[in-house]
C-alpha cells in the first residue's frame, strides 16, 4: 500500500482536507495520507508548486501525490494524472507540478476523466473531495494509470526565473519565504563555493550578508546567506524574520558576488 | 478496525488534540484517527454542528465520529453515544449532533457512564483526553453502544433556520462562513431549476448574484451564486472573498426569485 | 512498531512537518505519526518543553517522541537519545527535555551521532528532516538507543521555577498559557485541598479567583482558578480568555491562601 500526500490550500479550519481523507480510507482502508501542507496562499499556484517539489522527493517511491491549489476548480482546466519513474502525481493541470516534474524522470502523462474514479455524485466546487481524492485512492491500490484517461501529449509549464551566471557574479531572486521568514532563492546552492569569507551575497536593496554555513555563524540579529535545506541560497536572520527584517519578498532581487570580482 | 474523526475546538497550538491521539492508539494500536477539523471557533456549537455534518457522511461505514466543542466541560451536561445505522457518535449533549443526525437513521441513544470507558483519573477541564478518547478507541475495536451506559429517550437539539418557499421566491439565510469565505445557505441546491439565467440570489441587503454552475462562471471578482459543496446555495466571489466583499455573516438573508416572479 | 511523536516549532505552512513524515515513511512504513504540536512559539525551549512534557505520558510504552524546538540548529549542540523505562526521546540537548525527562525513569542518555541513521546527505539548517526523522524511524523499528552514539554523563537542564509553600500561602508564578487564553501556573493541584471556599487565588497584580472543581462553578465571564488537566492550578474565566482578561502572561505572579491565613 502507497503513502499519499496532500498539498492544498484548503487550510484546516473547515471539513474539506478532513472529507478528502475519509473518501481516500473508504477506498484505500490501510493508506498512510500524509499532509505536505494545506497552507498554500488561496489561489497561489507557484506557492503550491514550490512546497510540492521542496517537500516531495523525501517519500518512498510509489507515493501518490495530489496537490490541489485549483483557482479554476469547475471550469474547463484538464486534470492531470502524471506516472514517473518513481512516483503518481494528480493534480488540475495549471502549472503547479511545473517544478516537481523537472526533477522526475516522466513515463506517461494522462487526463483523469474516466468516471469510475470518481465519487458517483460530483461537485463543480470540492474537485478535491470528488475527483482527486477517490483517484489518489485507486492508484495507491495499484490502478494503472494508463486507464485513468486519454494520453496527454504535454503539460501546463509555470514561467519560473532562472539564475544567471557570468563572470564573478550571480543573479538570481527570491521565490518563496517560510513561516520562519528565511528567503529563499532560485540560486542553487551548488553555484556557488563552500561557505566563507571569500563571497558576499546582496539581497533586496541595500542588504548585504555573508554566505555561511549555518544560521549561527552570525550574531543573533544579523542577517546571513545559508545553503537552505532545499538546495538553493536563503537568506535569514539568526533568531529573526528575514523577510520582515530585510524587507524581501517573492521577487526580490539577489546577487553574489566573489570577493575582489 | 474502523476509522476514527475528530472535530473539535482545540486547535491546534497545544498538546491537547495529539493527546487524544496518544490515548486512543494506545488501546487501539491500528485506528486510522482523521482530523475533520480543529479550529471550530471556541465554543460555537452551531459552527461544529455544522462542519460534523457537512464532513462525516463521506466516511466509511463503522466509523466513530467524535465531537468535542463542549463549553460545559466538567458540568452536569450528558455524554452521548449514538448508533445508526452507518456509524457510532460520540459528542457533549449540546446539540453538536444536530445536523449530523439528521441525515442518519438513529438505532439508539446511550449516555456515556461506564467508568470502564475511562481514564483512570478523569480531570473536570480535558474530558476530551479523558472520556471521549478512551471510548471512542474501544468503540472502533467493536465494544456494544449497548454498554456505554443508560440508555436516553432524546437528544439536545439545536433550534435551526429552515428555509421557506413561497410561489417564485425561496427565503433562508447563511449558516457557515468557509476558510474562503464562502457563504453558505440553508437552501437546498436542489430547491432551484438548474443553474442558469432565469434565477436572482439576492444575499444581505443589497447584493445580487447570478445563479450558475461554478466560481468562474462570472468574471474575477463578480459574486456568484453555486451549489455548493455541502447540497446547500452558496454565496461566492470569483477569486475572492464573499463574506468581507458581500458583508455577510452567519444569519444573512439570502432570497431567490425566479425570472419575472 | 511503535508510535511516534512530534513536537515543533515549524508551523504547517510549509512543507517542514510533511516530509518528515516522507522520511519516517520511507525508514518505517507502517509506523503512526502523531502531531503533537508544530505550534511552539519560533525558538521558544520552554514552551516546548512544558507542551511535550504535558502531552507526552498519555502515549503507550514504547513511544518514540521528537521534539525539534532547535534555535542552535548547525551549530555545536548535541542531539540526545534518552532512553526511559517507558519511552525513547529524540532532541537537542538545549533543556527541551527538562520538564519530561523529570517524570520518567532515565536509563541511558547518548549522542545521536551515528551516521547510519541520518540520511545520506544532511543539511545544516533542517536536520528535523535529515537526522532527527530518520533517527526517530529507526528507533521505532527496534534500534538500540546504544548504539546511536556515545554515552552521555549527562544532558541539559532548563531553569525552571518552583512554586513555594509556606504556611498558609503558596507561591508559584504562570509558566504556559493555552490557546483558550487558559493560565497555567507551576502550582500542583495536589497541594490545595479539593476545591471549595476556604481557598483564594490571587493571579497577577489585583486578580482574586475562587478555586473550584470546574469553570462553570462561577458566572459567564468571571474569574475562576481551577484543578487543569496537566496536574496545576490554572487561572480561567468562564467562557472568556484569562490571560487578556486578568492580563497574565508567562512569568505572572500566582499566590493561594487559605481563608482566614
Known amino acids: 500500500m502507497s503513502a499519499i500526500t496532500l498539498t492544498t490550500d484548503f487550510g ?37 508548486a ?24 469547475g471550469g474547463p482546466r484538464k486534470i492531470l494524472v502524471v506516472e514517473t519513474a518513481r512516483y503518481r502525481f494528480v493534480a488540475p493541470d495549471n502549472g ?3 517544478l516537481a516534474l523537472a526533477r522526475e524522470k516522466i513515463k506517461r502523462v494522462h487526463a483523469l476523466e474516466n468516471p469510475a474514479l470518481r465519487l458517483p455524485k460530483v461537485s463543480r466546487t470540492f474537485h478535491g473531495r470528488d475527483i482527486f481524492a477517490p483517484a489518489a485512492a485507486h492508484l495507491s491500490r ?19 526565473p532562472e539564475p ?26 551548488a553555484w556557488l563555493p563552500r561557505p566563507g569569507p571569500a563571497v558576499f551575497v ?16 552570525v550574531p543573533p540579529g544579523q542577517p546571513v546567506a545559508v545553503p537552505g535545506s ?14 520582515r527584517r530585510l524587507k ?4 526580490s532581487r539577489v546577487r553574489v558576488r566573489a570577493a575582489g570580482a
Not at 40 to 48: I, L, Y
Open 50 to 73: 514550490f512546497a510540492l517539489a521542496a517537500g516531495c522527493s523525501f517519500f518512498k517511491p510509489g507515493t501518490v501525490h495530489v496537490a490541489v491549489i485549483d483557482p479554476g476548480v
Open 12 to 48: 484546516t479550519s473547515d471539513w474539506f482536507v478532513g472529507t478528502m481523507k475519509g473518501v481516500i480510507l473508504a477506498l484505500a482502508p490501510s493508506a498512510a495520507v500524509v499532509d505536505l501542507t494545506h497552507d498554500v496562499p488561496q489561489g497561489d499556484v507557484r506557492a503550491g
Open 230 to 243: 532545499s538546495g538553493c541560497l536563503e537568506l535569514a536572520v539568526n533568531g529573526g524574520h528575514a523577510a
Open 202 to 217: 546582496y539581497a533586496g536593496s541595500r542588504n548585504l550578508a555573508p554566505w555561511a554555513g549555518h544560521y549561527q555563524a
Open 164 to 189: 544567471v551566471r557570468s563572470p564573478g557574479v550571480i543573479r538570481g531572486e527570491i521565490v518563496y519565504v517560510d513561516r520562519f521568514g528565511n528567503a529563499i532563492s532560485n540560486i542553487p546552492s
Open 142 to 160: 495499484g490502478y494503472p494509470v494508463s486507464k485513468t484517461g486519454p494520453r496527454l501529449p504535454d503539460y501546463e509549464r509555470l514561467p519560473w
Open 96 to 98: 503547479v507540478l511545473t
Open 248 to 251: 524581501l519578498s517573492v521577487g
